[in-house]
């Protein structure tokens, strides 16, 4: 069985970091791309960062880009997300994603292994 499981979510202030894991299990990890999207309430899912097999390709959300870090480590079986600077605009449930392929995709209908998200809220 596939799990993926989230952690580090928690409410912070803006300009605050958090990191983000996703660990993976019944999966060989390495053989996956990686993602992370984001949704809130009556919103489609958002694409936040997608990371290749080997972490050698990196995608990133246009709202992200030079603030947020995606990583992986795949003798662990977990992947990240580095957040510095954090907006209000960045409260969401953030969601782990993989997909057995060797192209990178931005369409959260690309994969099919889904973590159950963990709350991130930016708040003053």
């Known amino acids: 069985q596939v799990r993926l499981i989230e952690s580090g979510g928690g409410s912070v202030q803006p300009g605050d970091s958090l990191r983000l894991s996703c660990a993976a299990s019944?999966?060989?990890?390495?053989?996956?791309?990686g993602a992370w999207f984001r949704q809130t309430p009556g919103k489609e899912r958002e694409f936040v960062a997608a990371?290749?097999?080997?972490?050698?390709?990196?995608y990133y959300g246009d709202s992200v880009k030079g603030r947020f870090t995606i990583s992986r480590d795949d003798a662990k079986k977990t992947m990240y997300i580095q957040m510095d600077n954090l907006k209000p605009e960045d409260t969401a449930v953030y969601h782990c994603?993989?997909?057995?392929?060797?192209?990178?995709?931005?369409?959260?209908?690309?994969?099919?292994?889904w973590g159950q998200g963990t709350q991130v809220t930016v708040s003053s």
């Open positions: 994603a993989a997909a057995h392929t060797t192209e990178l995709s931005q369409s959260a209908d690309d994969y099919s292994y």
């Open positions: 019944g999966l060989t990890f390495n053989w996956y791309a």
């Open positions: 990371v290749s097999r080997q972490g050698l390709i990196k």
